[in-house]
């Protein structure tokens, strides 16, 4: 699976948005959900290029897909 290059996670919360998620809880993470999905993004910056990939798997979406929307 291509890697997704490093991310802010503000970034990350806006693509994901536009893919239908909504933040559930903040802290040291944040998690979001679209109903029947969860996924949790940390607040670092900028976010892994593997953990972005696998965020983007568990959200349904492919790297391609994921890029489009940032």
Known sequence: MPS?????????????EKA???VVRQGKHIVMSDGTRQ??????DPI???TMGGIAR???LTPDE????L
């Open 20 to 22: 239908g998620f909504q």
């Open 58 to 60: 568990d959200a349904g």
């Open 4 to 16: 997704i290059p490093g991310v802010n996670h503000l970034d990350a919360v806006r693509a994901l």
């Open 39 to 44: 996924v949790t993004l940390p607040r670092g």
């Open 66 to 69: 994921f890029r489009k929307l």
């Open 48 to 50: 892994n290029a593997f």
